[in-house]
């Protein structure tokens, strides 16, 4: 029996979510039945993260167990071949030791929530940014963003259905950036964390738009963390504009032993 990691890019718009559920597709199970017609094999595929209907990624990770033989670089092909034509894509493949976990080993994920701020509606980028017509500050965006950095209690950026054990996470990044163009600006918040609660960065982005609309200071931001209550918090922002970017691990989780 082998494990394999592998990174995984998809358009969320497709799935209801990474996990696998009764109520339409779901990443999980795209991956799983693409094993099946690889080699046969039944497998689970674990991720990193369960990402909601409608969250894309860039470099999901996941892991599997294979009784066949093969080489990483064909179990790579083989599932894009028999991928097609979901909307997702194995980014790489490699051989890890047996008790790698593709989210119990990590120690790291980074997200990116991005927003047009235009006046004009999107036509190609429609399901994959949040729309805001209204002018939108992003320099007081990030300036506010920075109260959230930290240990905190976050229970005010958290789902009510969010099943952590505790609402406590350390955030160690939470940076917003722009870029402007001639019809107006992209914006994105960029943010960092060993873990994240169901909705934490979605919440961030809904508090964070009413920043940049000059309804909130950074004060009121503060307030809301505080305050320890969801409803003191702002909307939660669209899923479409969210995107796990990358999954870190320690080096030696990877050190694949004479026994493995």
């Known amino acids: 029996m082998s494990r394999f990691q592998i990174i995984v890019e998809y ?64 179990v790579m092909a083989a599932l894009n071949f028999h991928l097609k034509p979901a909307p997702v894509a194995v980014l790489a493949v490699r051989r890890v030791p047996a008790d790698f976990h593709a989210r119990f080993s990590a120690n790291r994920r980074a997200y990116r929530y991005r927003i047009v701020n235009r ?16 002018p939108l500050d ?13 240990r905190h209690d976050f229970t005010s950026f958290r789902a009510s259905e969010c099943q952590a054990k505790s609402p406590v996470k350390t955030l160690d990044r939470l940076d ?14 960029h943010a960092e964390a060993r873990s994240f609660l169901h909705h934490q960065i979605r919440n961030f982005a809904g508090s964070l738009r009413l920043v940049g609309e000059g309804k909130w ?15 003191a918090a702002g909307p939660t922002a669209p899923a479409c504009g969210l995107y796990l970017t990358e999954v870190g691990y320690p080096d030696d989780v990877f050190e ?3 026994k493995d």
């Open 11 to 74: 358009d969320g718009g497709a799935f209801v979510g990474w996990q696998r559920q009764a109520n339409g597709p779901s990443v999980q199970a795209a991956l799983e039945e693409a094993v099946t017609r690889f080699c046969g094999e039944t497998v689970l595929v674990e991720g990193a993260g369960r990402t909601d209907a409608g969250v894309h990624a860039l470099a999901q990770s996941a892991h599997l167990d294979l009784a066949k033989e093969v080489e990483p670089e064909r």
């Open 256 to 258: 694949i032993s004479q």
């Open 217 to 231: 200071s950074a004060g009121n931001l503060r307030r809301a963390l505080e305050a320890q209550d969801r409803a």
């Open 176 to 189: 917003v950036t722009s870029r402007a163009d001639s019809f107006g600006q992209a914006i994105e918040i």
């Open 119 to 134: 006046r004009a509606p999107l036509a190609l980028e429609r399901g994959q940014a949040w729309f805001v017509p209204q």
């Open 138 to 150: 992003a320099a007081a965006m990030h300036a506010a963003a920075q109260v959230l950095l930290g």
